[in-house]
C-alpha cells in the first residue's frame, strides 16, 4: 500500500541534543512538507521540498534543518537550537501542489523534550 | 497579517445544526484551497476541494470567491461524528521556477452536541 510513513511516533530528548525524525513515501511525490503543530493550534510551516537537492524554508525553520537526497525521503533534524521542540511534527506529500493536487499527511511524531 | 485566517471557535452546535466556516487568505496569487478535517491527535485528511463554482459532497458544500479572497464551508444537519477541527488550507506558488507552499489555517474547532 502506498503512503507517507513517519517514525517513530513518540520521540524523547534530552534538552541539547539533536534529534532527526524520519518520514518517507512511496506515492512517489515530488513535493514533500514538514510542519510542526501545538496543542490547540494550526500547522506551522518548517521546511518544504519541490525536487531532490532542493529545499526551502518556510515560516518557522529556525532550529531545525532538512535533507531530500532521495525523493522518497525527507528527513527532519531538531537542533539543540530550538529553543521549544516539543510539539507534533507532520510531515506531507503532494504530487503536484503547483497543479493543485492535495497533500497526503503521515501519522505525525510526537516530540517531547524532558 | 497571517497568509490564512480562520475563526478558531470553538462551535458548538446541537446535532442536525447547519454550520458555516469561514477563512479568508491575504495572497492574491493563492492558486487552490481545500478544507481538511483534523481529529484529536491525528493527522489532518482531506475533507473537500474549493472551486470558484462551489462544490457540494453530500451534506458538505465549498465555495471560493476569488474577489473577496475568502473560502467558505458549510455543513448541513451536522451529526455527532462530524466534531473536530476544520482545516482551511492554501496553496501558493510565488513564482513558475519556485516551489509551492501549502499553508494552513488555525483551524476552527466544532462540537456537536446531542
Known amino acids: 500500500d502506498g503512503g507517507i510513513t513517519q517514525s517513530p511516533k513518540y520521540l524523547f530528548r534530552k534538552e541539547g541534543q539533536n534529534v532527526t525524525l524520519s518520514c518517507e513515501q512511496n506515492l512517489n511525490h515530488d513535493a514533500m512538507y514538514w510542519y510542526r503543530q501545538d496543542p490547540g493550534q494550526g500547522l506551522r510551516l518548517i521546511y518544504y521540498?519541490?525536487?531532490?537537492?532542493?529545499?526551502q524554508k518556510g515560516d518557522i525553520a529556525e532550529g531545525y534543518s532538512v535533507s531530500r537526497e532521495k525523493k522518497e525521503s525527507f528527513p527532519l533534524t531538531v537542533t539543540s537550537a530550538q529553543k521549544n521542540p516539543t510539539a507534533f511534527y507532520l510531515c506531507a506529500s503532494s504530487i503536484d501542489p503547483m497543479r493543485g493536487t492535495e497533500a497526503f499527511f503521515g501519522q505525525g511524531t510526537r516530540l517531547t523534550v524532558v | 497579517r497571517k497568509e490564512v485566517e480562520q475563526d478558531p471557535g470553538p462551535f458548538n452546535v446541537p446535532e442536525g445544526a447547519t454550520v458555516a466556516f469561514n477563512c479568508t487568505y491575504s495572497?492574491?496569487?493563492?492558486?487552490?484551497f481545500f478544507w481538511y478535517r483534523q481529529d484529536c491527535r491525528k493527522e489532518p485528511k482531506l475533507l473537500m476541494s474549493v472551486y470558484s463554482s462551489g462544490n457540494e459532497d453530500g451534506r458538505f458544500t465549498a465555495q471560493l470567491n476569488r474577489a473577496s479572497q475568502y473560502i467558505s464551508l458549510l455543513i448541513r444537519d451536522s451529526k455527532l461524528s462530524d466534531s473536530a477541527t476544520y482545516l482551511c488550507v492554501v496553496i501558493l506558488t510565488p513564482g513558475y521556477s519556485s516551489a509551492s507552499k501549502i499553508i494552513f489555517g488555525s483551524g476552527t474547532r466544532l462540537s456537536i452536541r446531542p
Open positions: 521540498s519541490q525536487i531532490v537537492n532542493d529545499f
Open positions: 495572497n492574491s496569487a493563492s492558486q487552490s
